[in-house]
């Protein structure tokens, strides 16, 4: 494992607590310890959604540092960056965009979900093309 790869992978798993305070507030969201809050049903699917999601993009970008270890060709650090990036851009995207009194569809920052969706999307490409053109020394 590269240095590089070990320093992205060991704050990503310290940034994991973030992901474990989301979920407890998001219980008690769920469980209606939270009802003050007065939150629509969309902005709880949004919460929900934007929980899953980090859990989710997080693993692969853990999975995704290590892959880009094994690259000969690519744009290995576009690859790393859009591996950190995605996860935020999208998991924060549906949380900035589900933020106001009583919304019921989303705000001005459903922007920065799509603007995560691409770099998901042309991360992953650029990381699998990488990896199929790439050859063993």
Known sequence: MSNTTR???GLTLISLV???????FL????????????LT???????RAGHA???VLVLLGLIGQQLVDHL????????????????L????????AAIGPGLTAPNSAIPVLWAGVVVLGLTVLALGVSLIRSRDP
């Open 7 to 9: 320093w992205i992978i």
């Open 72 to 87: 000969r060709v690519g744009p290995v650090l576009l690859i790393r960056g859009g591996l950190v990036a995605a996860p």
């Open 89 to 96: 851009l999208v998991s924060g995207g549906f949380f900035a």
């Open 53 to 55: 999601h980090a859990g």
């Open 18 to 24: 973030t992901i474990e305070y989301g979920g407890t």
């Open 41 to 47: 049903e969309f902005q709880r699917g949004m919460f």
């Open 27 to 38: 219980l008690s969201v769920l469980s209606g310890e939270m009802n003050a809050l007065g």
